[in-house]
């Protein structure tokens, strides 16, 4: 029996406690949905279990695949036991198609598929909100080293790779993502979450957004859209 101790930080979606397992955390996935840096927020019934169910199958699928990852298990509906990292303060972003920020930053039209996809990092700041930054800025201010960098680099691409070939076959559209990563003794390994709060999904007929941007703009069904994607992914709820 794992026992939820102490509340370590809590997240605009996720709250994480130590546990009584020496270098395993709990995540806790809440209901509560949050966008524009804090701005807009909203508790949304059942997105919680959803999101502990999605980002657990996700992450078992990339651990299958080679990529090591902090998950270790769920241990109820919205919890899941993972190892303790300590986290680099950036945030690894890859875009397939051109929307969100990226248009808005270079005033380029959305829509844009990439030949070969786009790779970004963002400082976690909350206050700044999340500025753009690149590998002199991490190496700079220490926030990595280079073989840091060129892991997250690596590891982010070969993620797109499965990933984009998972969402194409469930005929859905894996379009941008954000990932992040934290060191333990076995290396720099995925952390965090993959679930639809942080990635772009859009339906490969019809092109509609099924991931946060329908709560970003106010378009509804947030967590049936979710319950889509999981259903498409096959992933039992
Ligand atoms: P954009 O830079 O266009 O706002 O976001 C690019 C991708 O990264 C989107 O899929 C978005 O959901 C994800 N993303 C960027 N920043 C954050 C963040 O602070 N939290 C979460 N959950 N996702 C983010």
Redesign the pocket.
């Given at each position: 029996m794992i026992e939820k101790k102490e509340l370590l930080s809590e997240g605009k979606a996720k709250s994480l406690y130590s546990t009584s397992n020496n270098g395993e955390l709990l995540m806790v996935y809440r209901d509560d949905t949050s966008a524009f840096d804090g701005k807009k927020t909203e508790a949304l019934k059942g997105k919680g279990e959803i999101n502990n169910r999605f980002n657990a199958f996700i992450m078992e699928y990339l651990s299958d695949n080679g990529i090591n990852t902090h998950f270790l298990k769920e241990t109820s509906n919205n919890e899941s036991l993972v190892k303790s990292l300590d986290m680099l303060p950036v945030?690894c972003?890859v875009r397939n198609i051109a929307?969100?920020?990226?248009c808005r930053r270079l005033g380029v039209e959305q829509g844009l598929k990439f030949e070969n996809p786009l790779f970004e990092f963002?400082l976690k700041n909350d206050e700044l909100g999340?500025p753009l930054i690149n590998d002199n800025h991490i190496i700079a201010f220490e926030w990595g080293t280079q073989e840091e960098i060129d892991k997250m680099k690596e590891l982010t691409f070969k993620i797109n790779e499965l990933l984009c070939s998972l969402f194409d076959d469930a005929g859905l559209i894996l379009v941008?993502?954000?990932v992040e990563y934290g060191r333990h003794s076995e290396g720099l390994i995925l952390g965090d979450e993959f679930t639809p709060?942080?990635?772009?999904i859009w339906d490969k007929e019809t092109g509609e957004s099924l991931d946060?941007d329908r709560f970003r703009k106010d378009l509804g069904d947030v967590v049936e859209s979710y319950q889509i994607v999981a259903h498409k992914l096959g992933i039992s709820i």
């Open positions: 945030e972003v929307t969100g920020s990226l963002f999340d941008d993502y954000k709060d942080g990635c772009r946060k």
